[in-house]
């Protein structure tokens, strides 16, 4: 920990849809440069608690924050929309589908948002991908276009499209879970290089090993609340719930006695 406040702080985050309770209460706090897994079954609530971080998927009750700005404000349209788009710059997140623009080339891919938002110039927009997609390992792919790549290309473009932004934390949603497994390593490898950098991050994922090797703590989500959390030494080799334990049974098959 490099902070003693909170970087992002999710205060009684609570979600429901009709009577359905997707999040009942979560309090999540991540330092600057801390690296959170999140983990648990399908329903559990884990991607709806990091889309709620940019607001993706709103809250129906509870305050996100990050650093000295609270991200969920309840603020009238025109403001709200101000407000949400200049957060969000600060925000960088993969999903599961890469979401590139098939028309524009990778190079384009990259480029659009720092342009649009930022207004940086053509030059210092090549410049910037070509340090991203340096960082990811697809510099020499940069005037090719998403169909010519295959699905671990197209998200390490991803992420170099959220790096371009220069954002204050990365959200990671089950960035890997879309590949084929030989496909999977080239990602985590990306990963853990922003890791090494001490990018702030918080993933969803279902690479237990991943989480095990690279995260500083590890929360066991489901049926909308935080099981446990510790560090992932911890959680993996010496879990506390029942539920915990067998979830990691059946996940892990075997990889720890």
């Known amino acids: 920990m490099t902070d003693q406040k909170p970087f992002v702080d999710i205060r009684h985050a609570?979600?429901?849809y009709g009577t359905l309770e997707v999040l009942k209460d979560i309090n999540l706090q991540v330092q600057k440069g801390q690296i959170v897994a999140i983990?648990?079954?399908?329903?559990?609530?884990?991607?709806?608690?990091l889309r709620a971080i940019n607001d993706l998927d709103p809250l129906t009750g509870g305050e996100v924050w990050l650093e000295d700005k609270q991200i969920n404000k309840k603020l009238?349209?025109?403001?709200?929309?101000?407000?949400?788009?200049?957060?969000?710059?600060?925000?960088?997140?993969?999903?599961?589908?890469?979401?590139?623009?098939?028309?524009?080339?990778?190079r384009e891919n990259v480029t659009l948002a720092p342009k649009m938002l930022k207004g940086i110039t053509d030059a210092e927009a090549d410049k910037l991908a070509e340090e991203q997609l340096d960082k990811v390992g697809m510099l020499e792919r940069i005037d090719h276009y998403p169909s010519q790549l295959s699905g671990g290309q197209k998200q390490r473009v991803a992420i170099a499209r959220a790096l371009a932004m220069n954002p204050k934390v990365m959200l990671f949603d089950e960035a890997t879970s879309a590949l084929d497994p030989e496909l999977v390593e080239e990602v985590n490898l990306v990963m853990k290089k922003l890791a090494e950098e001490h990018m702030t991050m918080i993933i969803v994922t279902h690479e237990m090993s991943f989480a095990e090797s690279v995260c500083d703590r590890v929360l066991f989500m489901d049926q909308g609340v935080v099981v446990e959390e510790g560090p992932p030494e911890v959680i993996f080799r010496n879990p506390t719930s029942d539920r915990t334990k067998e979830f990691l049974r059946k996940h892990l098959a075997g990889q720890h006695p």
């Open 39 to 49: 983990i648990g079954p399908s329903g559990s609530g884990k991607s709806t608690l």
């Open 14 to 16: 609570k979600k429901s």
């Open 76 to 106: 009238p349209h025109r403001q709200y929309e101000a407000h949400i788009n200049q957060v969000r710059q600060e925000i960088g997140m993969v999903f599961q589908h890469f979401n590139l623009f098939p028309h524009l080339r990778v």
